[in-house]
């Protein structure tokens, strides 16, 4: 039987395969991919090689026999990544376990211990294999050992043989360490001859033979400039062939019998893998991973013509499934209910038809666990029936718990919580044209395992939430709000459709007057819609700079036609064309399409699982985007009034609320004593950062003040403010540096949010709402400094989030409590739409600003600016 030995370069593989991996960490957060692809290499080794003897070696410290002929030897390299440097233990204990022997020699290196069990091996003539990322070591290649390095990934591995060697390089093995002393190697600080590379050095060999030849024939080297290089480094490079020569003879005490290698130890293997979450690895092994995981494969659903009091029970999970999103319009398909009497079905909305279920429905003392509680508070409402005694959203559970996994897709939510085999929406129902109902027996299994899902993961979820101390966020936020935002939907707001059609009309009478401006500058009429028509006449027939190209031609972006307003009057027209047309087809006609006719009124939803900052987003129409920078835009909202004639539309919205929550986290004292005595925040900045008098603050260093005041809410960048300020990088760098100088609380708060997310991989709000960042140890610059810039800015808009959310609950408290007539109609960011009765304005005009501006306590006082009118416009 050939006697196989395989040699292993243990740092060198843990280096390739911590590089070569994303960064994995299991359950308990400790990273695995340098293991993981050590695991993977063993394995495709053991397999492929078969070996008989085995080793791998590792360098056992910073210091070698080579320093002291070079102290700078490996000099240059940078400090071991701590995410790597924790993995080293663990492929330690992943060699026992593998009964694979290690070793290492102090004053020597793995190479070293690899070179000397090499030569002893080829001596008793063993086939050695060495497998190492150090190209150093093909010098060992011969006719009994091959080197194999790795080349992309782990597990593709280039096998050095003297022919490949030949092949490649057109030398012999022996000269490697020759064309190494040549050329140096600037990973190991090895200097070489400066100005040689690997294609002159292997020139000169082939010529030469070795080092020590091409100095006795110095004056046969072709090339003035080269002879130069090599007369003056000689020392260099017969100095750094020393240090690439690998010991053969090393002072080891391992002997090649001693390496003997039978097998892994699966006793130690697999227990060891499966803490390590290697479950890939374990399956190819043959070994059954034991995955939290619960077919629901045997749900016996009940189906009913409608509920009765023998089918209520307290708690029940209760599910009602819409035909399609928008659940202020489409029908209802089924209802079902899972509690410890059963699982049952009643098919559309006729569960809405029975007495027990209504009354069961609408009793707070009634437990109800749902998956989207805003959901079932709507369409309830569509029925005549208010929604009580929800006390558990697995919808808005989950969305807590990971806000960057949200999904609307119930099968998706409750796969993470170990529950498979419950078919998505897409599966059952087909999508697009295909869609539709399926027979009431699938149908009634299907929303039967939603309900079962919805009952059988709430236990974990709540554990889950409290162990990351989020249960208060999800009953004393997220619920309570659910049902406000279901409220303020299914209530929505009155839309004056005259006065936006009239809107329509003139702003079609300007794009008009605006296009016969266009074709007058541009001497010629086009389609001003068409890109490629419109660069002609830019490019060619005006002759504007060119700025950027696409692959159909000329780029006519907004972001380039900005950076050309000042060479042509034409490009502002252009500008304000689009806006305007924009006006006309998104809002105008848009909004008139969803108005509901019998009442005027827009039924918006609010996405309440959707940011990863906690914010609310609308659809269906978006009501939070209306632009209110260009004052026909603005008069969009001319069009949203009362619904009842002479009430009063009021808005509230906050001052500042981001930077007053800045204040209090980063707790800086000059940006604390800005609110704390109410005066101009961005003047204050001003002052501080120029070191100006209040009286001496320009115009333009407030606008800079304030650009980096809100710039360092959303991770300011010294290019982002530079584009921002049409100024140079340079000076905008200049400028973050001497703001963070004058506050260097906020320096404090941002370097060290930082350093937390790294050690934790995630940042909170105040109210504990955490956003995951994943990429925050990136060895992508891009994807690092996003989710450093992401760290900084998430607990200050999550927390701003959070507190207009609280703001709304409180609210809405005070309305019930007081028994008050007014409406909360609109949640717009920072701002708050009420619709008022003439006789409740005194009051809401003191109430609302007060319960706002109560919503939390922070070491800065919060504050809301009320305007009130017979429009929206008008109120602001």
């Given at each position: 039987?050939?006697?196989k ?28 991919n ?6 993977t ?52 204990e ?24 090499s ?5 008793a ?5 060495v ?17 194999g ?21 057109g ?26 590379g ?20 110095l004056e ?52 060891l ?26 749900i016996?659903v ?44 009643v ?27 805003k ?39 409750v ?15 087909g ?62 707001v ?14 079609l ?43 159909t ?26 806006q ?10 848009g ?23 906690g ?29 009842t ?28 004593e800005?609110?704390?005595?109410d ?18 603050v ?5 606008r ?30 200049t ?24 050690k934790q ?9 955490r ?37 709304m609950i ?67």
């Amino acid at each position: 039987m050939t006697k196989k030995l395989v040699l292993i370069d243990g740092n060198s593989i843990a280096y390739r395969a911590f590089f070569a991996l994303p960064l994995l960490n299991n359950e308990k957060g400790i990273y695995t991919n340098a293991v993981y692809g050590f695991t993977t290499m063993l394995n495709k080794i053991i397999e492929e090689e078969k070996p008989t003897h085995m080793l791998v070696a590792f360098d056992a410290g910073k210091t070698t026999f080579r320093h002291e002929s070079y102290k700078e030897y490996k000099g240059g390299r940078q400090k071991t990544p701590p995410e790597l440097s924790e993995q080293f233990p663990m492929i330690r204990e992943l060699l026992n376990a593998y009964d694979i022997k290690q070793y290492e020699l102090p004053n020597y290196e793995a190479d070293d211990i690899i070179g000397t069990l090499s030569k002893e091996a080829e001596a008793a003539d063993y086939e050695v294999k060495v497998i190492s990322g150090d190209k150093d070591l093909t010098q060992l290649s011969s006719e009994k050992t091959t080197v194999g390095i790795t080349r992309k990934g782990i597990t593709d591995i280039e096998p050095y043989t003297p022919s490949h060697i030949q092949e490649k390089y057109g030398l012999t093995a022996d000269q490697i360490i020759d064309m190494k002393g040549l050329m140096g190697d600037s990973s190991d600080n090895i200097p070489g001859v400066p100005g040689v590379g690997e294609k002159t050095a292997i020139k000169l060999l082939a010529q030469f033979g070795t080092i020590e030849k091409i100095y006795d024939h110095l004056e046969d080297v072709s090339g003035k400039k080269l002879k130069e290089k090599l007369e003056t480094n000689k020392e260099l490079a017969i100095l750094s062939k020393q240090l690439v020569t690998i010991e053969r003879n090393a002072p080891i005490e391992v002997k090649v019998e001693d390496l003997r290698y039978i097998g892994a130890n699966d006793e130690k293997l697999i227990p060891l893998l499966k803490e390590l979450e290697f479950n890939t690895i374990l399956e190819k092994m043959n070994v059954e991973v034991e995955e939290d995981t619960q077919e629901l494969t045997n749900i016996e659903v009940t189906i009913l013509s409608n509920f009765e009091q023998e089918h209520l029970a307290s708690p029940s999970a209760l599910h009602i499934e819409i035909a399609g999103e928008n659940y202020h319009r489409q029908e209802i398909l089924g209802v079902t209910l899972h509690n410890e009497k059963g699982t049952f079905f009643v098919g559309g909305d006729k569960a809405f038809e029975s007495e027990a279920f209504t009354t069961w429905f609408t009793d707070d003392s009634k437990e109800k666990w749902v998956y989207d509680a805003k959901k079932t508070f709507v369409v309830g409402k569509r029925f005549g029936c208010e929604v009580k005694g929800i006390t558990f959203d697995l919808f808005l559970a989950s969305y807590i718990l990971n806000p960057s996994e949200a999904a609307a897709e119930f099968a998706g939510v409750v796969s993470r919580h170990g529950f498979t085999n419950i078919s998505s929406d897409e599966q059952v129902y087909g999508k697009g044209a295909k869609w539709t109902v399926p027979a009431e027996d699938v149908l009634a299994d299907h929303l039967g395992r939603k309900v079962y899902g919805v009952f059988a993961v709430k236990g974990e979820c709540t554990d889950e939430l409290v162990k990351n101390e989020q249960m208060e966020l999800l009953e004393e936020l997220e619920l309570p709000l659910a049902l406000v935002l279901g409220a303020m939907e299914s209530y929505g707001v009155k839309v004056d459709k005259e006065r936006l059609n009239q809107m329509g009309t003139e702003l079609l009478s300007r794009l008009k007057d605006i296009e016969e401006k266009i074709y007058s500058l541009a001497g010629d009429t086009f389609n001003i819609n068409s890109p490629k028509q419109l660069g002609v006449i830019l490019f060619e027939k005006l002759e504007l700079p060119v700025l950027k190209k696409t692959k159909t031609g000329y780029s006519t972006s907004a972001d380039v036609l900005e950076k050309l307003e000042s060479e042509h009057e034409i490009v502002k027209e252009i500008l304000h064309y689009r806006q305007l047309s924009k006006l006309q087809s998104t809002y105008v006609e848009g909004l008139t399409k969803v108005i509901t006719d019998d009442t005027s009124r827009i039924h918006t939803r609010y996405n309440q699982a959707l940011t990863q900052t906690g914010r609310l987003s609308s659809i269906d129409p978006n009501l939070q985007n209306i632009p209110i920078r260009l004052e026909e835009a603005r008069k969009i909202r001319q069009a949203f009034v009362p619904s009842t004639e002479g009430w009063t539309i009021l808005a509230a919205d906050y001052s500042q609320i981001e930077l007053r929550v800045l204040a209090h986290i980063a707790d800086d004292e000059g940006l604390k004593e800005a609110f704390l005595e109410d005066r101009d925040v961005h003047t204050k900045t001003a002052m501080d950062v120029f070191g100006v008098k209040e009286e001496e603050v320009t115009s333009l260093m407030r606008r800079h003040a304030k650009a980096v005041n809100f710039g360092i809410v959303y991770g300011i960048s010294d290019y982002g403010l530079s584009q921002s300020l049409s100024i140079s990088r340079k000076e905008a760098g200049t400028f973050i540096e001497k703001y963070l100088n004058s506050f260097p609380g906020v320096k404090e708060y941002m370097d060290e949010i930082v350093k937390d997310a790294k050690k934790q991989g995630y940042v909170s709000t105040l109210l504990h709402r955490r956003r995951y960042l994943p990429d925050i140890t990136s060895r992508n610059f891009n994807l690092k400094s996003f989710a450093e810039r992401t760290a900084m800015n998430t607990p200050i808009q999550g927390s701003a989030a959070d507190i207009i959310k609280k703001a709304m609950i409180d609210m809405q408290n005070e309305l019930d409590e007081q028994g008050l007539t007014s409406k909360m109609l609109l949640q717009v960011h920072d701002e708050l739409v009420f619709e008022v009765p003439e006789e409740e304005l005194e009051l809401m005009k003191e109430l609302v600003p007060t319960v706002m501006e109560r919503a939390a306590e922070l070491s800065v006082p919060l504050k809301a600016d009320v305007s009130f009118g017979p429009s929206w416009y008008e109120a602001k």
